[in-house]
């Protein structure tokens, strides 16, 4: 399961309205790919639509998909929000990750 924090899924409901998507009826697509100052980085984008490996959660309103390789990876994950003076953007606060890098974009297990 992934979380949403109240900051997140603020900005997440702005965002995909901004760009056309419907928060009740769309979908925020996370997923992980190699790459990345620590091996591996997270991905974040809206989506209309899953396929049949998408694993579905919703919390806080927000309807999640995860493919099936990233989903081991995200486990427990909680997407969380950051509009402070050390930079603004989505945060993954990941159990699983044994070292992320300083932007918090990529992490390894």
């Known amino acids: ?10 900005k997440v409901m702005e965002l995909m309205t901004d760009d056309g998507f419907n928060p009740s009826t769309d979908y925020v697509r996370v997923g992980v790919k190699s790459g990345g100052c620590s091996g591996l980085s997270y991905e974040l984008k809206f ?23 990233s989903f081991l990876y995200l486990i427990g994950t909680t997407l969380e929000y950051s509009g402070g003076l050390n ?23």
């Open 1 to 10: 399961m992934i979380k949403v924090s109240d900051q997140a899924k603020k």
């Open 47 to 69: 989506d209309k639509s899953q396929v049949e490996d998408d694993k579905v959660f919703e919390d806080n309103d927000i309807k999640i998909i995860v493919d099936k390789k």
């Open 87 to 109: 930079g603004t953007g989505f945060v993954f606060n990941n159990p699983n990750a044994n070292r992320t890098c300083g932007c918090g974009e990529s992490f390894s297990l």
